[in-house]
Each structure stands twice: as C-alpha cells, then as structure tokens.
Nanobody
C-alpha cells in the first residue's frame, strides 16, 4: 500500500503561481507512473499531468500545456506540479496519483482556488 500526501494548495489570484508537492511513502522507483488529477465541483475527476518514473517522460492535459510542469525528485520520493499563469477554471481539488502494475493509489487531495 502506497501512501501519498499532498501539500501546497491554497488561494491565488489569476495569473499567479503555486507548486504542489506529493510525498510517497516508498521509493518512487517502485512505481510505474505518478501524476496529478483534479476535480472541480460538479465535474468528473480529470487528468492534469503524469510522469513515467523510469523514463521521465511526461503527459499533460491540453488545458494546462505550457503553464504546468510535472517533475520528480527521487531523493525525497516526491513529485511536484508547478502551476503558472493560473486561471479561475483551474480551481479544483488536486489529487496525487501513483500507479503500479494495475493498481492506483490516491492522496487525500489539496484545494486550489484561483480567484481575485
């Protein structure tokens, strides 16, 4: 069982930046992929960005390309999501995900609110 703990959410004005962190309870090299998903009120959870651990290849939703960057730090078993040029439509609960051989693990979520 992989435990994931997110941090870094909060309230930010449009155009601002936030960095989310996700700490895994074990070496991230034991995982296939990690990623970030988000869920806005009344909407389904959607993919934001993923990273394949062994290759460092990344994948982004079209709505965040060029604004968000996912990265990993194997030394401290963390994955980050740098979010720039934030828009009100980025407001959601952001969830960290880890995938290993057909099993998904989820964090508890962190709220991101973009509002003036």
């Amino acid at each position: 069982q992989v435990q994931l703990v997110e941090s870094g959410g909060g309230l930010v004005q449009p155009g601002g930046s936030l960095r989310l962190s996700c700490a895994a309870s074990e070496s991230i090299f034991r995982l296939n992929t990690m990623g970030w998903y988000r869920q806005a009120p009344g909407k389904q959870r959607e993919l934001v960005a993923t990273i394949t651990i062994i290759s460092d290849s990344t994948n982004y939703a079209d709505s965040v390309k060029g604004r968000f960057t996912i990265s990993r730090a194997s030394a401290n078993n963390k994955v980050y999501l740098q979010m720039n040029s934030l828009k009100p439509e980025d407001t959601a609960v952001y969830y960290c995900n880890a995938h290993r051989y057909g099993t998904d693990y989820w964090g508890q979520g962190t709220q991101v609110t973009v509002s003036s």
